[in-house]
Each structure stands twice: as structure tokens, then as C-alpha cells.
């Protein structure tokens, strides 16, 4: 905005006159507005982002609190109400993950189910994405394609399951290709989705001004196809797990799913509950893991936009 | 005018809806208690003769439960006034869970289940057994097989021996034969990777090499063998497994404490089913025979023939369960590998009808 305002700028004219559209002339006392107004600005963005964290604060309290109640009530509703072995109790969950821990069974379990969920989700998430751009870029092929993909999409996985146990196993390789199956339609759909609806009019501008298709390709297309990616990934990742665990639930010899499974036949809640929060502690983990990449491979999302430059000089 | 017209049409669709919804619960109300030609079970017990709605939880169709499946297809339920509906469920720990629900009236399972759900608490008895003594015949890939370098008829101690390291599937950490096998690998020291499978789909996952072996009862080890992708390692019912480390009863008919207590006549008669079946297999009856060749129509009739001799005995043994049997099953989980917690709080006694 500034740049503008000196290239712009005529001794004569000593008062702004125009809004951004027009010219603006970039006289020493605009100048000198601009400057004067870079304190507010500052307080104004300091009071904004202390406003910020304070609310974020405040939903943490807000998290923790609820969080605690919870399991305070459902404490008390197992040992007063005698629910324990239908619901288990807190107190019983924490036992059973100390001597999971203590005993190195945990490590062993939550070391297969991980490998098995992160290498089923890269290979799904690669896949997915890559599949996703290509065919919703390509929308000749992709018009052809997608029918099909939306009915493989449609057919129960779970019938899958007994299928990939005859084809792989009962080994990781299994567990691997049915959370990379699930985790592959998530992030193909999305892909797919946001590889269409990138405006193709902006594509031309950009052709139009110079940019060549590297350019275009590496400047455009793939930073607006990378949002949705992420997105699908988000969505994929608890996918990834399901595919792990569900796979161990139907055969394995090790694992987080074995180990619950095992545990609902020997009717020890404690333990399948035990092995319920370690999942989702993994798939939070997980999640949190993946906004911070996101955050940082997809920066040029957070650039503030013009209005934010805005240093309040008015049209008139 | 319009108004008021539009208010009396509006209140003429929610008595509509309201008696829409009315009815459909009646009728939901209507099915869960099993319609209109039948007494209710307390009815019955006291008219003794009106047929009773009795809910079976059934692990399967394995030779374990013929006894079970014959006295259903057969009509000696009928003949006994019980209205059996079975309901197939994965395994014996599945048949347990819905019992403890309350889905279920009666369920089928080993004895170890009922044992493990006591442990946690929860009242079950032991109606009778289905199939006293083991059932299970261990069953290994021939490829596998090959490699060990045991013969399929060396002594059983060398056949044990020789399953050290290998991934063996049975249906589930509960189940009378996972008890077996960790009995088995514990006397001869060795260790056995366990995987827990549906018995349906053993078959399949040793011919394809998913497992190296399986164990589990009648069809299935004839089947895979059939295929010839297996071969018969050890057999429970040629008693190949000793007897400290054989269950007492490979399947049971077991009950709530509470459903034993309300409905005695029902406990009565599913008893004389069964000894009923069970004499029926020991007389030869034609029946039996035209009733398993439809029960297992994928077996040829050599084959059925030979297995059907292997268990007659124990289909036509005395169903009663006794009290240094359920015993023997508390020293099996004892000794297991399956950690049972509270299992050392269970007495025998308490799993018995009074």
C-alpha cells in the first residue's frame, strides 16, 4: 500500500483525495498520517491478539473443567451405582494402563497398531491425494472414473475385511492395506473436489501475465490442491486407525485391537476401555501433529490480506 | 375462517401422528414378546404343557453343538415344548455376552466363559453339557507340516513339541480349546503365537497360509483336509490331548441365575432334549444321520461317516455337568495363559443348578 502511495506521490498535491482505486497521490503529510498511525496500529493488533488468547484461554479452562467433571461423575456413578462392569470406572482405567505400561505390554501393542496405522495412512494419503489431483484435473478421465470410485467407496469395508485376511494374512501387510483403503477414499474426495474447483479464469490471468506452466502449476494450482489434501487428511487420519485396529480385531497376534478384542471376550471393560483411550489420545496426537504441518507447509494461507493493510485513509 | 380451518387440519395430522406412533409401538411391544400363540414362560411352567419361546445363542454349527442342532432339527425341542431360536453368533465368548444382556434366554459356550463371566460377577449356571470331553482337533498346514520335521503319527509329545513358534487360530481367548492349547504348550514348555478367528473362516486362512494351523471341531479340520491343505495333528476326540489339560465339556448350555431361578420347567426340559438326542445317536436312529447329511451337506458321506463315529460317544453321553468337572475348568484358566481376573473367587459349586 505504502509503495504505492510514494510512486504515486506529487508535491503539489498536499491532501489524500482518492480511495485505492484511484491514484493517490503520496504527499509528505499522508506520509506522515501513515506514520503517525503505525502505534495504533500496533495497539490495536496487540489488544486483538491478547482478546485472542484470552478466549483461547478460556475454552482451555473451559475443556479441562468439563473433562474433569466427566470423569469425576463417572467415578462416582461406578463405585455408587455398582456399573463397574459394564462402564468400568476412571480409577480401574488408569490401573490397568499403569500395569500396561509397567509391564511393556502397552509399548508393544501401541509400536504394532502405529506402524500399521502411519504407514497405512502415508500410502492412502499419497495415493488419495495424487489419484484425487490428477483425476479431478484431468476431468475427461475423471468424468469416466468416478462413478466407479464412488461405488468402491459405497461397499461396506468391514466385508472387506475377511477378504484382505485371505489376500494378506494376518500378518501387518493386512492391517496396512485396509487402513490405506480406508484413508485413501477420504483423501481422494476431497483432492478430487478442490482439484475441480479451481478457478480457471485465475489460471488464464496468470497465463495471460506471464506465467508459464511450471508457474502456474507450482504458484496456483498445487498450493489451492494442497488445502484440500490437508483437509482430506484430517479427515483420513482417525480413518488410518479404525483401519489398524478394526484389521487386529478381525486376526492378528499383537497389537491395540488384538488386545481389546481379547479383552471384551474376557469381559475385562477395564482393559477394553484402557485400550479405547489409548486410541484416542494417538488419533488427537495425531491430528495435532498434522495442523502444525499444515501450518507450516500451507503459511501463505495466514498472509494478511489488503484490508488488513488498511491504514484507514479514507476515499474522500 | 381460513385460519380456523388450517388450525382444525393441522390438529386432525397430529392425532393422526400420535396414533401412528401409538401403534407402532404397540406392534414393536407386540413382537418383542414373541406375538400372540404363545403363553409366557412363567405360564408355562405352571400349565406344563403350552411350548415355550426360548432364545439360544449359538456359536456355530461345529460337531460340538449336534447334540444341540440335532434336538432342533429333529423335533425333540418341540416334543419337549420348547420353541428354540437360534441365533448364530462368532464364538462361545459372543454367545456369553449376549446372555449377560440379556438378548439371549440361554447360551452355548464352554464352560471356561461362563467361568470368566462369573469371575466378573455375573450369576451363570451350567445348564448341561453339549459335548463332555474335548472336541477340538488340531489341524496344520501340510507345507507347514512338512517343514517340522515330525511325522503326523510321532508320539504326541514330539507332535507338541514341534508347534513351538507357530501362529495356531482358535475362536477366541475364552474358548475351551484356546485353553487346551495353552495347557498343552505350557506342560511341554514351548510357545504357541495365538490368533483368534471365526471357525468358518479356518479353512481358508490355513490354505492360504494366513495361519499355520487351526483349532477347532468337526466339519472344519475334515474340510481343510478334504481340500488337502491340512493334515490332522492332534485329535480330541481320539483323546490325543491329555486329560489334565482337556476340557470337561467343550460346549455347555449355560443360563442367568435369574432365568434358572424363574423358569425351572424350561431348565427341565432343555435336559431331557438333550439326553433325548443323545439316545437317539446311541440307537443309531435313521434320523440323526438324514439330519447331519443337511447340516453338513459339504462333507461326503465317508467322511461324515468317520467323523460321526469319532464323537458319537460324546453326543451320547450323559449331558450333567458335575461339580469336579467345572472344577477342572477353574485349574485350566488357573493355569492358562489368559490371566482371568477374580477366577481364584469362583467355586465350583456356584456355577451348578441347585
New interface residues.
Given amino acids: 500500500m505504502r509503495h504505492l502511495l510514494s510512486e504515486h506521490s506529487s508535491p503539489q498535491d498536499d491532501a489524500p483525495s482518492q480511495g485505492i482505486s484511484g491514484s493517490v497521490p503520496a504527499t509528505p503529510t499522508v506520509a506522515r498520517q501513515a506514520d503517525d498511525l503505525k502505534p495504533a496500529e500496533a495497539s490495536i493488533k496487540t489488544k486483538l491478539s491478547r482478546a485472542a488468547w484470552t478466549s483461547s484461554h478460556k475454552t482451555r479452562i473451559l475443556q479441562v473443567l468439563l473433562l474433569v467433571i466427566v470423569v469425576c461423575g463417572w467415578q462416582i456413578v461406578a463405585t455408587t451405582f455398582g456399573t463397574k462392569?459394564w462402564t468400568s470406572s476412571p480409577h480401574d482405567i488408569a490401573g490397568q494402563l499403569y500395569d500396561w505400561g509397567k509391564s511393556g505390554q502397552l509399548w508393544l501393542d501401541l509400536r504394532v497398531t502405529l506402524s500399521e496405522a502411519a504407514i497405512g495412512f502415508l500410502l492412502g494419503g499419497i495415493l488419495g491425494g495424487t489419484m484425487g489431483f490428477a483425476l479431478g484435473w484431468l476431468r475427461g478421465v475423471g468424468d469416466v472414473l468416478e462413478p466407479f470410485l464412488v461405488a468402491l467407496y459405497t461397499l461396506p469395508k468391514i466385508a472387506l475385511a475377511?477378504l484382505f485376511?485371505?489376500?494378506f494374512?494376518?500378518g501387518t501387510l493386512n492391517k496396512i492395506v485396509f487402513a490405506a483403503v480406508l484413508v485413501f477414499f477420504m483423501v481422494f474426495f476431497t483432492t478430487f473436489e478442490g482439484a475441480r474447483q479451481i478457478d480457471r479464469d485465475l489460471l488464464e490471468n496468470a497465463q495471460v501475465i506471464g506465467a508459464n506452466r511450471w508457474q502456474v502449476l507450482t504458484k496456483f494450482v498445487v498450493p489451492h490442491a494442497a488445502v484440500w489434501v490437508f483437509t482430506g487428511l484430517r479427515l483420513g487420519l482417525p480413518y488410518s486407525i479404525i483401519g489398524a485396529v478394526v484389521g487386529e480385531f478381525?486376526?492378528?497376534?499383537s497389537g491395540l485391537g488384538?488386545r481389546i478384542?481379547?479383552a471384551?471376550?474376557?469381559?475385562?471393560t477395564p482393559s477394553v476401555f484402557a485400550g479405547l483411550f489409548v486410541l484416542s489420545v494417538i488419533a488427537l496426537g495425531g491430528l495435532q501433529l498434522l495442523t502444525l504441518l499444515e501450518k507450516r507447509l500451507l503459511r501463505w494461507k495466514e498472509n494478511p490480506g489488503l484490508a488488513e493493510l488498511d491504514t484507514g485513509i479514507s476515499a474522500t | 375462517m381460513i385460519e380456523s380451518t388450517f388450525i382444525l387440519k393441522r390438529r386432525r395430522y397430529v392425532w393422526a401422528a400420535v396414533l401412528a406412533l401409538a401403534v407402532t409401538v404397540l406392534a414393536a411391544c407386540g413382537g418383542e414378546n414373541g406375538g400372540t400363540a404363545t403363553q409366557s414362560p412363567s405360564g408355562a411352567a405352571q400349565s406344563g404343557t403350552a411350548p415355550v419361546d426360548v432364545k439360544f445363542g449359538v456359536p456355530g454349527t461345529s460337531f460340538a453343538l449336534v447334540r444341540l442342532l440335532l434336538a432342533n432339527s429333529t423335533g425333540v425341542f418341540k416334543d419337549n415344548g420348547i420353541n428354540a431360536n437360534l441365533i448364530q453368533v462368532s464364538?462361545g465368548?459372543?454367545a456369553?455376552?449376549s446372555l449377560?444382556s440379556g438378548d439371549v434366554d440361554v447360551a452355548n459356550a464352554g464352560i471356561a466363559d461362563a467361568l470368566?463371566?462369573r469371575a466378573?460377577?455375573?450369576d451363570l449356571k451350567v445348564i448341561a453339557s453339549v459335548y463332555p470331553g474335548p472336541a477340538g482337533i488340531l489341524v496344520l498346514n501340510k507345507s507347514v507340516a512338512n517343514k517340522l520335521g515330525v511325522k503326523a503319527n510321532a508320539s504326541v509329545a514330539n507332535r507338541v513339541k514341534a508347534l513351538n513358534g507357530l501362529?495356531i487360530?482358535t475362536p477366541?481367548?475364552?474358548s475351551s480349546y484356546t485353553s487346551m492349547l495353552n495347557g498343552v504348550a505350557a506342560k511341554a514348555g514351548i510357545q504357541v503365537?495365538?490368533?483368534?478367528?471365526d471357525q468358518t473362516?479356518m479353512p481358508?486362512?490355513v490354505k492360504?497360509?494366513?495361519?499355520d494351523g487351526f483349532l477347532g471341531a468337526s466339519p472344519y479340520p475334515e474340510i481343510t483336509v478334504s481340500a488337502g491343505s491340512g493334515v490332522v495333528w492332534l485329535s480330541g476326540p481320539k483323546g490325543e490331548f491329555p486329560a489334565d489339560v482337556s476340557s470337561t465339556a467343550t460346549s455347555a448350555t449355560l443360563t442367568t441365575g435369574a432365568y434358572a431361578k424363574a423358569h425351572p420347567e424350561v431348565i427341565k426340559r432343555i435336559i431331557a432334549a438333550y439326553q433325548e438326542a443323545g439316545k437317539m445317536v446311541a440307537s443309531g436312529d435313521k434320523r440323526v444321520t438324514t439330519a447331519l447329511k443337511q447340516l453338513y451337506p459339504q462333507l461326503d458321506s465317508g467322511v461324515l461317516s468317520a467323523a460321526v463315529s469319532t464323537n458319537k460317544s460324546a453326543w451320547s453321553a450323559s449331558p450333567l455337568v458335575t461339580e469336579a468337572g467345572v472344577q477342572h475348568e477353574i485349574d485350566l484358566l488357573k493355569s492358562g495363559s489368559?490371566n482371568?481376573?477374580g477366577i481364584n473367587n469362583v467355586k465350583a459349586k456356584d456355577l451348578l443348578l441347585g
Avoid at chain 2, 503365537?193 to 478367528?197: E, H
Fill in positions: 462392569f475377511p485376511l485371505l489376500w494374512g494376518i478381525f486376526a492378528a497376534t488384538y478384542k481379547q471384551s471376550e474376557l469381559l475385562d | 464364538s465368548a459372543q456369553v455376552t449377560v470368566t463371566a466378573k460377577g455375573q501362529t487360530a477366541s481367548a475364552t503365537k495365538l490368533t483368534y478367528l473362516a481358508a486362512a492360504t497360509g494366513a495361519i489368559a482371568v481376573s
